[in-house]
T-cell receptor
């Protein structure tokens, strides 16, 4: 599986922007970059995905580096509900699955 | 909003017993998955299922495990003879297209917690 590297944990304050980094230096040209999150005691939840261009949706923005070796998930205004483990995932070309790593545990302070 | 539903939410069983975990994926989805998460650990892939057959499985998914889509709406995971180490939260997921590509967003259920005594 294509590998990603994320910080184990991050902390931020409520109503401030949060930038969650992910390194994926071995990414291939056809790999999409996916972000999921897992709120406490819940199943994982899709956040956003992208290939080359930056992407925005109602939950977050995804900024992808020009060389695609890294990306950043941006929560524009964090709330307490955004406290979760965030996973950056690549799928290897023909794989029929997504593989979750350890992710980044995000803590939001009130 | 359509969602993936799982039953039971919690099952307690004795070691050696058979367990069936049930899932109702989102109705127009074509790909189905089971993942598990042992307490405090990461989410682990078990199996993916498409066109009524297993398309990929992990090393965890040994002969004790099987999956079935018996009636076009349910997707089940059976563990034939449970072991203590099978205690975990089991998540079902579905996607319209293949996971990881465009249209391949995974939608997860709330999970079934299995406790093996």
């Amino acid at each position: 599986d294509a590998k990603t590297t994320q910080p184990n944990s991050m902390e931020s304050n409520e109503e401030e922007p949060v930038h969650l980094p992910c390194n994926h230096s071995t990414i291939s040209g056809t790999d999409y970059i996916h972000w999921y999150r897992q709120l406490p005691s819940q199943g994982p939840e899709y956040v956003i995905h992208g290939l080359t261009s930056n992407v925005n949706n109602r939950m977050a923005s995804l900024a992808i580096a020009e060389d695609r070796k890294s990306s950043t998930l941006i929560l524009h205004r964090a709330t307490l509900r955004d406290a979760a483990v965030y996973y950056c995932i690549l799928r290897d070309g023909g794989a029929q699955k997504l593989v979750f790593g350890q992710g980044t545990r995000l803590t939001i302070n009130p | 909003e359509p969602e993936v539903t799982q039953t039971p939410s919690h099952q307690v069983t004795q070691m050696g017993q058979e367990v069936i975990l049930r899932c109702v994926p989102i109705s127009n989805h074509l790909y189905f998955y089971w993942y598990r998460q042992i307490l405090g650990q990461k989410v682990e892939f078990l199996v993916s299922f498409y066109n009524n057959e297993i398309s990929e499985k992990s090393e965890i998914f040994d002969d004790q495990f099987s999956v079935e889509r018996p009636d076009g709406s349910n997707f089940t995971l059976k563990i034939r003879s449970t072991k203590l180490e099978d205690s975990a939260m089991y998540f079902c997921a579905s996607s319209f297209l293949l996971a990881g590509g465009p249209g391949g967003e995974l939608f997860f259920g709330e999970g079934s917690r299995l406790t093996v005594l």
